[in-house]
């Protein structure tokens, strides 16, 4: 079976149906996702209150059946048809007063992004598509260092995940090494073999991360190309 027909994408269009897990799939993915949405908002000029309650409203109306019903795998990547949802939703100011109103008692709860992340990306992005793209890609990253920290814990390695967890994101000093190693009562080399595993395991499930909402490989090349640029070139 091809790998992409099993994907959360093909899930998302399952949605369509009457289908509980399928409806399950999609809010996840509303919910790990609701950062660059946020981010984008906030990036239009919107602050405060007024881009929470515009991100949640924009949720609630994504959520409703008749408005998620033509998402389709042919095109390729949910990202941009999020970002096609959102900047429509934007457009008509009438739309999104009536869906602030319909939105306040559907919260949805953001995943690791505090506001203070989602401001900063706004105020430091040339553009509100740009600030979208760099939240996409740390919520890409968030959700596959959750995934390596839940198998390291389930291989007994959650205390040597929780020492080099900050190593992810930059290779650390040589007495980083030493440090962490002597906590654990392990060599520095072997310390530092883990943790250059580890930082393979993480490259390997961006790509799945990503291969969620990827409709093919020509989709998903794309999709890791454009990740890799939000973050300046490289995957942490």
């Known amino acids: 079976m091809d790998r992409f027909s099993t994907t959360r994408w093909s899930i998302v269009v399952g949605a369509q149906g009457s289908g509980d897990s399928a409806r399950a799939s999609l809010e996840t993915l509303c919910r790990t996702y609701r950062p660059p949405v946020l981010a984008?908002?906030?990036?239009?000029?919107?602050r405060g209150?007024?881009?929470?309650?515009?991100?949640?409203?924009?949720f609630a109306k994504f959520l409703e059946r008749n408005h998620y019903a033509g998402l389709d795998p042919a095109r390729g990547r949910f990202r941009g048809y999020l970002l096609t949802a959102i900047q429509h939703?934007?457009?008509?100011?009438?739309?999104?007063?009536?869906?602030?109103?319909r939105g306040r008692d559907a919260?949805?709860?953001?995943?690791?992004?505090?506001?203070?992340?989602?401001?900063a990306l706004a105020a430091q992005t040339p553009s509100p598509e740009q600030a979208f793209d760099q939240a996409w890609a740390l919520a890409v990253l968030d959700a596959a260092i959750q995934r390596l920290s839940e198998e390291?814990?389930?291989?007994?390695?959650g205390r040597l995940f929780d020492l080099v967890r900050d190593f992810m994101a930059e290779p650390p000093a040589e007495d980083d090494y030493a440090r962490v190693a002597s906590e654990l009562g392990l060599r520095a080399n072997t310390v530092a073999v883990a943790v250059h595993r580890l930082r393979q395991r993480l490259r390997e499930l961006v790509r799945e991360e990503v291969a969620e909402t990827?409709?093919?490989?020509?989709?998903?090349?794309?999709e890791l190309r454009q990740l890799r640029s939000a973050l300046g070139g490289s995957e942490r």
């Open 89 to 101: 939703f934007l457009i008509n100011a009438d739309a999104a007063a009536n869906a602030v109103k």
């Open 152 to 157: 390291t814990a389930a291989a007994g390695k």
């Open 40 to 46: 984008y908002i906030r990036s239009r000029g919107y």
């Open 214 to 222: 990827s409709a093919d490989s020509d989709a998903l090349d794309h």
């Open 107 to 119: 919260r949805i709860e953001s995943v690791d992004a505090g506001a203070a992340t989602t401001e």
């Open 49 to 58: 209150d007024a881009a929470e309650d515009l991100t949640q409203s924009f």
